[in-house]
Nanobody
């Protein structure tokens, strides 16, 4: 069973930076697409950034140019470097691992880590 453990959240001032990490275990990390999602109070969970098994990233428009997703297959870890943080980035950030076949799809979620951007 895949397990995901996020770390790195916290309180940061506007304009500051944080790096989130997500450790993966229980399967072959390099096969999975990895993503970061976030959910603010009273809002739906939304995709922040995603990186395919081959390393191709994509980003939500709201974070392009500020956030960078990366993966280290040797360490079974995916990262989200967040720069120029804004108050609207405040949310619980969740790590996701996804693997799909021709007729099936499996994905897994971490427990989430709180990011608060406030002065």
């Amino acid at each position: 069973q895949v397990q995901l453990v996020e770390s790195g959240g916290g309180l940061v001032q506007p304009g500051g930076s944080l790096r989130l990490s997500c450790g993966f275990s229980g399967s072959i990390f390099s096969m999975y697409a990895m993503g970061w999602y976030r959910q603010a109070p009273e809002k739906q969970r939304e995709l922040v950034a995603r990186v395919t098994s081959s390393g191709s990233p994509n980003y939500a428009d709201s974070v392009k140019g500020r956030f960078t997703i990366s993966r280290d297959n040797a360490k079974n870890t995916v990262y989200l470097q967040m720069n120029s943080l804004k108050p609207e980035d405040t949310a619980v950030y969740y790590c996701n691992a996804a693997l799909a076949g021709i007729s099936w799809y499996n994905d897994y979620w971490g427990q989430g880590t709180q990011v608060t951007v406030s002065s």
